[in-house]
C-alpha cells in the first residue's frame, strides 16, 4: 500500500479565489492510501517544496499528489522536489486544479467540487504507480544542415565554429540559395554577393564542413542524438575531385539553348554549367534532359576540351548514409506561381516579372548586365509599376494566394523603387500597396527615403487588371485615398510575389515527423519560447522554413538554431522519457495495428519462440518497441485489439483507476 | 441448392490430396441433421467422402481456423514442419475476406494454405425455416429453388429459398472471391446491397428508443462467447474477456448496463477489422443481431473517410489505423454524435 501525501496549492487567489483548498485537502484525506493532506499559498515556492520535502520524511510519504496548476507548467518542479526528498520523481501526480478547474468555473461550490474529483483520480493513480528509470542514449556528434541558402550556411559556420562536423545538404548544384539571386539587400543597400560570396567561400574552406550539393534527403531514421540519413548525391557526370571550374567546357558546349534556372529562364545557359562565377563547390554540372551525349550518345564535346579529365558520362547516383546527432532544416522558399494570376498579364507579356526576375534585371551578373531593360524589345522603361501584395493577404482567393503576409515584399519593392529612381531619374515609378509594413530597424526610414527623396508615387490600392496593348501595358488601379480610378500606361509592371515554402519541405517533414502548419511551414515547438525548435527532438528550424523572414532575421535564427545544435551536441548522452510503451508478448497477436498507428516508427516485429504444452516450442510473430524512439504518446496502446500494448507510468490500469476514481 | 456440389468439392480436395499437395483439408462436416453442419478438419479421401458436406448450410466461414493449424509448432510430431504439404481450405466468396484480414493481420502463414474458392449461391438460415414450417423438423432438403422440410406436426412442405435466405445473404455484399489459388465455380461482383438499412432505421430512434431496442437485444444474451468464438476478427492469443489483467475478465454484468458492455467492448474491438462476414449473428443462440452492431461501425468509417471494406486486398491501411491528411475532423465526428442524440 502506498503512503500518499496531498498537497493542495492556492497558487495565491488563482486557485483559492474558485476552489475552497482547505475542503479539497479535507476531502482527500479519506480517500485511500493518502496518509498526509494540506494546503499551502504557493507550493511551488521554496517555502512550498520545502513542506513537500518535510512532509516526505516526516510521514514515510512514497508517493505525492499536487493538486496546483497544469502539469505542462510544474510537473517537472515537483518531480525534481521528490527527488530531493529522496523518492521517485514518477512517483509525483499532478491534479490540474487551475486550468481544468478555478479557471473555468466561476461558483466556489462547482469549482471545489471538480476539484475534489480531479484529486481523488490523482490519487487513484499514484497508488498504481511505481517508481521508473529513464534509459540513456549516446549522441552522435555530427549535425546535418538540409539547405545551402544564407539560413543554412549561417547555422553550418557556427555549428563548425563551436568545433562539430556539419554537413549540408543541397539540392542545387551550388549552394547560395535565393540570396545569391539578389542584386542589393535593404535596408543598406549593400551587393548581395559582396556580403553572401565570402561566407560560401568560408564554408567551403572549413574543415568541419562537408557540401553534399546537387544531393537531397532520401530517408531519415532514428531519433535525437541517432538519426540515420540516406543522402542521395545526384549524378552531375562531372568528377568533383577533378573539375577545376575552368569553364572550358561550358564554352564549348554546342548545346545553348537550356533555359537558364538562375536566371528565372530570362536567359539560356549550355547543357554543362556552372550556375554562376561564385558557385560553390565551383563545379561543373551536365544537364541530363539537354545533354546530347546523354541523351542520345552523339557529342562527347566536353570531354574533349576538359583538361583535368573530369567529365564522366557513366556517373550514377551515389547513396550516402550518415548518422546525425541533430538536424536542421533549412529548406528556404520560392515565389509563388504567378500562372493563376491571369489579371496581371503575366503569362501574356513578357514585360510583366516578378521581384526576384528584377532582382536578375538588375543584377551586374544578370541577363542584361545589370542594365534595366524590358525583357520584351530590350528598351529602357520609362514608366514601371509595382505591385505589392501579389498572392500574399489573400484570405479571398486562397485557392491562387496566400492569407499571409509575406513580410519581405513591402522591403524590396521600396528598394527596387529607390534603386530604380536613382539610377534611372527619368523614369517614373509608381508603387500600388494595400498596407506598408516596415517595421525593423532603419526600415522605416528607408521606404520613406523612397517616397521623400527619390520620388517614388506611392498609391493605396490594388491593381485590378493590366492588359497589353502594343507594346505599353494598360494598368487599371484604384487610388483609395484620392477615391478614383488610375490608368498607367506602363512599359513594365513588377509583381510582389508572395512567397511559400519549398516544395521539397513537405515530404522532408513526413520523414522528420516534423510538423507542418496549413501552409507548408514548419512548425516550431513553442511559438514564443521555442521558435527554433520543432516540436520533433532533434530536429531544429532555421529561415523561411518556418515562416517569411527578411535576411538579418534569418541569420539570427540561423544562429539560435546553431546554438541549440551545439547545445545538443556537447551531451555527451541523452536522458530519455520512462514513459514509454511496451509490448507484453504472450499476449501480443503480431497483428501490426500498433506499428501502423505509431507516428515515430518505434515498433518492429520479431519471430519468438514461447514454450508450449508438452515441451513444444511455439514460433509467433511479436512486436518490440525501440524505448528511444518512443515517445510515449499511448496511441498503440487504443490500437492494440488484445491490450497487449501498455505505456509505462499511463497503464490501461492506471487510466482505468482515475477514470473510476472520477465515476464513483 | 448450391451449383457446385459436394461431390465436385471432394473430387477437387482428393486430387490435391493424391498429388501430395495438401495433407488436411478444412471444410464443412454432416451432422445429425441435414441442417447441421459444423466446421470439420479431413485428414483423409475416406474421411472426405464420409463425412464432408457442401450445401445451402455449409454457411460456416472457416478462415479462422487457418490461425491454430498453420502454428509454428516445433518439439513434437508435427505434419506442418516435417511435409511440405499444405492445408485447403474452401473459400467462400464471403469467407475470403476474412481471409485477406487475417493475412493483413499476419495472423497466418499464405505459403502454408492453398485456397480454393467456392461459388456460393445463398445460405439458409435455419431459424427462418423453423418459423415457418413450426416445431418437429425431420428432414430439411433443398432441391432447385425449394427448400423441402418434412416434419412432424405440420406434415410435409415446400418453401421458396428466397424466403428463407440467410439475413446476410439476402444482403450479400460481394459474390466476388478475393483471394484464392483455384476456383470451382464462378466468382462474381461486389453488390451494391441494402446492408445498412436496418442501421439507419436504428439511427432514426430516439436516444431512448435506440437504448430501449439494445436492452431488450442484448438482455438475452448468456454470454456463450459463441460470437467470439466464431468471430474471424477475435484470433487474439489471449482475449482481453479471459484476461485477469484486463479488469473485465469473466466479468458478470452486475447491472443491466453492464451486461451490455461485452458486445459493445467486443464491437470496439473489431471495428475497421470486421468484414461483415455475419457469423456473429448466425452462431449466437438467441438470435441477437450482433451484426447491426458492427455495421454501425462499416457504416460510420465509410462515412467518415470513404468506402473502405475490410479484406478486399492484403495489407490495405484500415482508416482507424492510418492517418491522411484528408482525415475528418474530430469535431465533425463529435457534431455527428450531437445529430444522432
Same mark, same amino acid.
Given at each position: 500500500?502506498?503512503?500518499?501525501?496531498?498537497?493542495?496549492?492556492?497558487?495565491?487567489?488563482?486557485?483559492?479565489?474558485?476552489?475552497?483548498?482547505?475542503?479539497?485537502?479535507? =476531502?482527500?484525506?479519506? *480517500?485511500?492510501?493518502?496518509?498526509?493532506?494540506?494546503?499551502?499559498?504557493?507550493?511551488?515556492?521554496?517555502?512550498?517544496?520545502?513542506?513537500?520535502?518535510? =512532509?516526505?520524511?516526516?510521514?514515510?510519504?512514497?508517493?505525492?499528489?499536487?493538486?496546483?496548476?497544469?502539469?505542462?507548467?510544474?510537473?517537472?518542479?515537483?518531480?525534481?522536489?521528490?527527488?530531493?526528498?529522496?523518492?521517485?520523481?514518477?512517483?509525483?501526480?499532478?491534479?490540474?486544479?487551475?486550468?481544468?478547474?478555478?479557471?473555468?468555473?466561476?461558483?466556489?461550490?462547482?469549482?471545489?467540487?471538480?476539484?475534489?474529483?480531479?484529486?481523488?483520480?490523482?490519487?487513484?493513480?499514484?497508488?498504481?504507480?511505481?517508481?521508473?528509470?529513464?534509459?540513456?542514449?549516446?549522441?552522435?556528434?555530427? %549535425?546535418?544542415?538540409?539547405?545551402?541558402?544564407?539560413?543554412?550556411?549561417?547555422?553550418?559556420?557556427?555549428?563548425?565554429?563551436?568545433?562539430?562536423?556539419?554537413?549540408?545538404?543541397?539540392?542545387?548544384?551550388?549552394?547560395?540559395?535565393? !540570396?545569391?539571386?539578389?542584386?542589393?539587400?535593404?535596408?543598406?543597400?549593400?551587393?548581395?554577393?559582396?556580403?553572401?560570396?565570402?561566407? !560560401?567561400?568560408?564554408?567551403?574552406?572549413?574543415?568541419?564542413?562537408?557540401?553534399?550539393?546537387?544531393?537531397?534527403?532520401?530517408?531519415?531514421?532514428?531519433?535525437?542524438?541517432?538519426?540515420?540519413?540516406?543522402?542521395?548525391?545526384?549524378?552531375?557526370?562531372?568528377?568533383?575531385?577533378?573539375?577545376?571550374?575552368?569553364?572550358?567546357?561550358?564554352?564549348?558546349?554546342?548545346?545553348?539553348?537550356?533555359?537558364?534556372?538562375?536566371?528565372?529562364?530570362?536567359?539560356?545557359?549550355?547543357?554543362?554549367?556552372?550556375?554562376?562565377?561564385?558557385?560553390?563547390?565551383?563545379?561543373?554540372?551536365?544537364?541530363? $534532359?539537354?545533354?546530347?551525349?546523354?541523351?542520345?550518345?552523339?557529342?562527347?564535346?566536353?570531354?574533349?576540351?576538359?583538361?583535368?579529365?573530369?567529365?564522366?558520362?557513366?556517373?550514377?547516383?551515389?547513396?550516402?548514409?550518415?548518422?546525425?546527432?541533430?538536424?536542421?532544416?533549412?529548406?528556404?522558399?520560392?515565389?509563388?506561381?504567378?500562372?493563376?494570376?491571369?489579371?496581371?498579364?503575366?503569362?501574356?507579356?513578357?514585360?510583366?516579372?516578378?521581384?526576384?526576375?528584377?532582382?536578375?534585371?538588375?543584377? %551586374?551578373?544578370?541577363?542584361?548586365?545589370?542594365?534595366?531593360?524590358?525583357?520584351?524589345?530590350?528598351?529602357? /522603361?520609362?514608366?514601371?509599376?509595382?505591385?505589392?501584395?501579389?498572392?500574399?493577404?489573400?484570405? =479571398?482567393?486562397?485557392?491562387?494566394?496566400?492569407?499571409?503576409?509575406?513580410?519581405?515584399?513591402?522591403?524590396?519593392?521600396?528598394?527596387?523603387? !529607390?534603386?530604380?529612381?536613382?539610377?534611372?531619374?527619368?523614369?517614373?515609378?509608381?508603387?500600388?500597396?494595400?498596407?506598408?509594413?516596415?517595421?525593423?530597424?532603419?526600415?522605416?526610414?528607408?521606404?520613406?527615403?523612397?517616397?521623400?527623396?527619390?520620388?517614388?508615387?506611392?498609391?493605396?490600392?490594388?491593381?485590378?487588371?493590366?492588359?497589353?496593348?502594343?507594346?505599353?501595358?494598360?494598368? +487599371?488601379?484604384?487610388?483609395?485615398?484620392?477615391?478614383?480610378?488610375?490608368?498607367?500606361?506602363?512599359?513594365?509592371?513588377?509583381?510582389?510575389?508572395?512567397?511559400?515554402?519549398?516544395?521539397?519541405?513537405?515530404?522532408?517533414?513526413?520523414?522528420?515527423?516534423?510538423?507542418?502548419?496549413?501552409?507548408?511551414?514548419?512548425?516550431?515547438?513553442?511559438?514564443?519560447?521555442?521558435?527554433?525548435?520543432?516540436?520533433?527532438?532533434?530536429?531544429?528550424?532555421?529561415?523561411?522554413?518556418?515562416?517569411?523572414?527578411?535576411?538579418?532575421?534569418?541569420?539570427?535564427?540561423?544562429?539560435?538554431?546553431?546554438?541549440?545544435?551545439?547545445?545538443?551536441?556537447?551531451?555527451?548522452?541523452?536522458?530519455?522519457? /520512462?514513459?514509454?510503451?511496451?509490448?507484453?508478448?504472450?499476449?501480443?497477436?503480431?497483428?501490426?495495428?500498433?506499428?501502423?498507428?505509431?507516428?515515430?516508427?518505434?515498433?518492429?516485429?520479431?519471430?519468438?519462440?514461447?514454450?508450449?504444452?508438452?515441451?513444444?516450442?511455439?514460433?509467433?510473430?511479436?512486436?518490440?518497441?525501440?524505448?528511444?524512439?518512443?515517445?510515449?504518446?499511448? %496511441?498503440?496502446?487504443?490500437?492494440?485489439?488484445?491490450?497487449?500494448?501498455?505505456?509505462?507510468?499511463?497503464?490501461?490500469?492506471?487510466?482505468?483507476? &482515475?477514470?473510476?476514481?472520477?465515476?464513483? | 441448392?448450391?451449383?457446385?456440389?459436394? &461431390?465436385?468439392?471432394?473430387?477437387?480436395?482428393?486430387?490435391?490430396?493424391?498429388?501430395?499437395?495438401?495433407?488436411?483439408?478444412?471444410?464443412?462436416?454432416?451432422?445429425?441433421?441435414?441442417? $447441421?453442419?459444423?466446421?470439420?478438419?479431413?485428414?483423409?479421401?475416406?474421411?472426405?467422402?464420409?463425412?464432408?458436406?457442401?450445401?445451402?448450410?455449409?454457411?460456416?466461414?472457416?478462415?479462422?481456423?487457418?490461425?491454430?493449424?498453420?502454428?509454428?509448432?516445433?518439439?513434437?510430431?508435427?505434419?506442418?514442419?516435417?511435409?511440405?504439404?499444405?492445408?485447403?481450405?474452401?473459400?467462400?466468396?464471403?469467407?475470403?475476406?476474412?481471409?485477406?484480414?487475417?493475412?493483413?493481420?499476419?495472423?497466418?502463414?499464405?505459403?502454408?494454405?492453398?485456397?480454393?474458392?467456392?461459388?456460393?449461391?445463398?445460405?439458409?438460415?435455419?431459424?427462418?425455416?423453423?418459423?415457418?414450417?413450426?416445431?418437429?423438423?425431420?428432414?430439411?432438403?433443398?432441391?432447385?429453388?425449394?427448400?423441402?422440410?418434412?416434419?412432424?406436426?405440420?406434415?410435409?412442405?415446400?418453401?421458396?429459398?428466397?424466403?428463407?435466405?440467410? *439475413? +446476410?445473404?439476402?444482403?450479400?455484399?460481394?459474390?466476388?472471391?478475393?483471394?484464392?489459388?483455384?476456383?470451382?465455380?464462378?466468382?462474381?461482383?461486389?453488390?451494391?446491397?441494402? +446492408?445498412?438499412?436496418?442501421?439507419? +432505421?436504428?439511427?432514426? !430512434?430516439?436516444?431512448?428508443?435506440?437504448?430501449?431496442?439494445?436492452?431488450?437485444?442484448?438482455?438475452?444474451?448468456?454470454?456463450?462467447? =459463441?460470437?467470439?468464438?466464431?468471430?474471424?476478427?477475435?484470433?487474439?492469443?489471449?482475449?482481453?474477456?479471459?484476461?485477469?489483467?484486463?479488469?473485465?475478465?469473466?466479468?458478470?454484468?452486475?447491472?443491466?448496463?453492464?451486461?451490455?458492455?461485452?458486445?459493445?467492448?467486443?464491437?470496439?474491438?473489431?471495428?475497421?477489422?470486421?468484414?461483415?462476414?455475419?457469423?456473429?449473428?448466425?452462431?449466437?443462440?438467441?438470435?441477437?443481431?450482433?451484426?447491426?452492431?458492427?455495421?454501425?461501425?462499416?457504416?460510420?468509417?465509410?462515412?467518415?473517410?470513404?468506402?473502405?471494406?475490410?479484406?478486399?486486398?492484403?495489407?490495405?491501411?484500415?482508416?482507424?489505423?492510418?492517418?491522411?491528411?484528408? $482525415?475528418?475532423?474530430?469535431?465533425?465526428?463529435?457534431?455527428?454524435?450531437?445529430?444522432?442524440?
Amino acid at each position: 500500500m502506498q503512503r500518499i501525501g496531498v498537497f493542495v496549492c492556492w497558487c495565491g487567489s488563482n486557485i483559492a479565489g474558485t476552489v475552497d483548498v482547505k475542503a479539497v485537502a479535507e =476531502a482527500l484525506k479519506n *480517500e485511500p492510501g493518502v496518509v498526509f493532506s494540506t494546503d499551502y499559498q504557493y507550493m511551488c515556492s521554496q517555502a512550498g517544496q520545502d513542506l513537500i520535502k518535510n =512532509a516526505v520524511k516526516e510521514h514515510n510519504l512514497t508517493g505525492i499528489v499536487v493538486c496546483s496548476c497544469s502539469p505542462r507548467m510544474h510537473e517537472a518542479t515537483f518531480r525534481k522536489t521528490a527527488s530531493a526528498a529522496g523518492l521517485n520523481p514518477y512517483m509525483v501526480e499532478i491534479a490540474n486544479i487551475r486550468e481544468q478547474c478555478s479557471w473555468v468555473h466561476k461558483e466556489m461550490p462547482l469549482g471545489t467540487q471538480k476539484a475534489i474529483i480531479l484529486g481523488k483520480a490523482a490519487v487513484a493513480k499514484v497508488n498504481l504507480n511505481t517508481p521508473l528509470t529513464p534509459g540513456e542514449s549516446p549522441v552522435t556528434k555530427r %549535425a546535418l544542415v538540409i539547405g545551402g541558402g544564407i539560413a543554412g550556411i549561417q547555422t553550418a559556420l557556427d555549428i563548425a565554429d563551436a568545433g562539430f562536423p556539419v554537413d549540408i545538404v543541397e539540392k542545387k548544384p551550388t549552394i547560395g540559395g535565393k !540570396m545569391a539571386q539578389l542584386d542589393k539587400t535593404f535596408p543598406t543597400l549593400d551587393c548581395a554577393a559582396c556580403i553572401l560570396t565570402p561566407k !560560401m567561400v568560408d564554408v567551403a574552406q572549413n574543415e568541419n564542413i562537408r557540401i553534399f550539393s546537387y544531393s537531397e534527403v532520401e530517408a531519415v531514421k532514428g531519433f535525437v542524438g541517432n538519426f540515420e540519413v540516406k543522402i542521395k548525391k545526384k549524378a552531375r557526370f562531372v568528377d568533383e575531385t577533378k573539375c577545376t571550374g575552368c569553364g572550358a567546357c561550358i564554352e564549348k558546349c554546342p548545346q545553348k539553348k537550356v533555359p537558364n534556372e538562375f536566371n528565372l529562364g530570362m536567359d539560356t545557359r549550355r547543357a554543362i554549367y556552372i550556375p554562376f562565377a561564385q558557385a560553390v563547390p565551383k563545379v561543373a554540372t551536365i544537364d541530363p $534532359d539537354y545533354c546530347n551525349m546523354l541523351k542520345n550518345g552523339k557529342c562527347g564535346v566536353c570531354t574533349k576540351f576538359c583538361a583535368a579529365g573530369a567529365i564522366d558520362y557513366k556517373q550514377k547516383d551515389e547513396m550516402i548514409e550518415e548518422k546525425y546527432g541533430a538536424i536542421v532544416v533549412a529548406t528556404g522558399f520560392e515565389p509563388i506561381s504567378m500562372d493563376k494570376f491571369d489579371e496581371f498579364a503575366y503569362s501574356q507579356s513578357k514585360d510583366v516579372i516578378t521581384s526576384l526576375e528584377f532582382e536578375r534585371l538588375t543584377n %551586374a551578373a544578370g541577363p542584361t548586365a545589370g542594365k534595366l531593360l524590358r525583357p520584351s524589345d530590350g528598351k529602357h /522603361p520609362e514608366k514601371i509599376v509595382f505591385v505589392q501584395c501579389v498572392g500574399s493577404r489573400c484570405s =479571398a482567393c486562397a485557392e491562387k494566394g496566400k492569407e499571409y503576409c509575406s513580410k519581405i515584399c513591402c522591403m524590396y519593392t521600396a528598394k527596387h523603387a !529607390m534603386l530604380t529612381r536613382d539610377k534611372y531619374p527619368d523614369t517614373e515609378v509608381t508603387v500600388f500597396y494595400i498596407d506598408v509594413r516596415t517595421p525593423g530597424k532603419n526600415f522605416d526610414e528607408f521606404q520613406r527615403r523612397a517616397v521623400e527623396e527619390y520620388g517614388v508615387n506611392y498609391i493605396k490600392g490594388m491593381v485590378g487588371k493590366i492588359t497589353p496593348e502594343g507594346d505599353k501595358l494598360k494598368v +487599371r488601379g484604384s487610388d483609395l485615398i484620392a477615391n478614383k480610378q488610375i490608368k498607367i500606361d506602363a512599359d513594365l509592371v513588377v509583381l510582389a510575389a508572395a512567397i511559400e515554402p519549398d516544395k521539397s519541405a513537405r515530404p522532408l517533414a513526413t520523414m522528420l515527423t516534423a510538423s507542418m502548419d496549413t501552409n507548408d511551414f514548419f512548425t516550431e515547438a513553442h511559438p514564443k519560447l521555442r521558435p527554433v525548435e520543432s516540436p520533433t527532438a532533434g530536429v531544429f528550424l532555421s529561415g523561411t522554413c518556418q515562416g517569411p523572414k527578411d535576411i538579418p532575421e534569418t541569420v539570427s535564427q540561423a544562429g539560435a538554431a546553431a546554438s541549440k545544435v551545439i547545445g545538443l551536441l556537447q551531451k555527451d548522452k541523452l536522458v530519455g522519457n /520512462p514513459c514509454v510503451a511496451s509490448s507484453d508478448q504472450l499476449m501480443c497477436n503480431g497483428c501490426s495495428s500498433c506499428e501502423r498507428v505509431c507516428p515515430y516508427g518505434a515498433i518492429s516485429y520479431e519471430d519468438k519462440d514461447f514454450p508450449g504444452p508438452n515441451r513444444t516450442t511455439k514460433t509467433r510473430r511479436v512486436a518490440v518497441v525501440n524505448p528511444a524512439v518512443c515517445q510515449g504518446c499511448g %496511441a498503440c496502446t487504443v490500437a492494440c485489439p488484445s491490450g497487449a500494448m501498455d505505456l509505462s507510468g499511463f497503464k490501461n490500469t492506471q487510466i482505468m483507476a &482515475e477514470v473510476d476514481a472520477i465515476c464513483k | 441448392m448450391q451449383k457446385i456440389t459436394t &461431390e465436385q468439392l471432394i473430387e477437387k480436395a482428393a486430387e490435391l490430396m493424391n498429388e501430395g499437395k495438401v495433407a488436411s483439408v478444412l471444410g464443412w462436416e454432416k451432422g445429425e441433421f441435414g441442417y $447441421d453442419v459444423t466446421p470439420g478438419i479431413f485428414g483423409s479421401v475416406d474421411e472426405l467422402k464420409a463425412k464432408f458436406v457442401y450445401g445451402d448450410f455449409s454457411a460456416a466461414n472457416l478462415s479462422k481456423y487457418l490461425v491454430k493449424k498453420t502454428e509454428m509448432v516445433q518439439g513434437q510430431a508435427l505434419v506442418f514442419l516435417k511435409t511440405e504439404r499444405k492445408i485447403l481450405i474452401f473459400l467462400k466468396p464471403c469467407d475470403s475476406y476474412s481471409f485477406n484480414q487475417l493475412l493483413t493481420e499476419h495472423r497466418f502463414d499464405r505459403e502454408k494454405v492453398y485456397a480454393v474458392g467456392v461459388q456460393c449461391d445463398g445460405m439458409v438460415d435455419i431459424e427462418k425455416v423453423k418459423k415457418i414450417a413450426g416445431d418437429g423438423l425431420l428432414s430439411v432438403d433443398t432441391s432447385g429453388n425449394d427448400v423441402v422440410v418434412k416434419t412432424l406436426y405440420n406434415g410435409d412442405m415446400k418453401i421458396a429459398k428466397a424466403d428463407v435466405l440467410a *439475413e +446476410r445473404c439476402v444482403n450479400c455484399k460481394s459474390k466476388k472471391h478475393v483471394a484464392y489459388d483455384e476456383l470451382l465455380g464462378e466468382t462474381g461482383e461486389v453488390i451494391d446491397s441494402n +446492408r445498412f438499412d436496418e442501421v439507419e +432505421r436504428i439511427e432514426k !430512434m430516439t436516444p431512448d428508443e435506440r437504448f430501449a431496442f439494445w436492452q431488450n437485444e442484448l438482455s438475452k444474451c448468456i454470454r456463450c462467447n =459463441a460470437c467470439r468464438d466464431a468471430c474471424p476478427a477475435c484470433t487474439c492469443e489471449k482475449c482481453v474477456f479471459d484476461n485477469p489483467k484486463s479488469g473485465v475478465e469473466n466479468k458478470s454484468p452486475a447491472n443491466s448496463f453492464e451486461e451490455k458492455l461485452f458486445h459493445i467492448i467486443r464491437a470496439y474491438h473489431v471495428a475497421g477489422r470486421c468484414t461483415d462476414c455475419g457469423e456473429c449473428s448466425r452462431v449466437c443462440p438467441q438470435n441477437i443481431p450482433l451484426h447491426l452492431l458492427n455495421r454501425k461501425f462499416i457504416k460510420d468509417i465509410n462515412e467518415f473517410y470513404g468506402d473502405y471494406q475490410a479484406g478486399a486486398e492484403v495489407g490495405s491501411r484500415a482508416p482507424l489505423v492510418d492517418y491522411t491528411v484528408n $482525415d475528418v475532423e474530430p469535431g465533425e465526428v463529435f457534431d455527428r454524435g450531437d445529430e444522432n442524440a
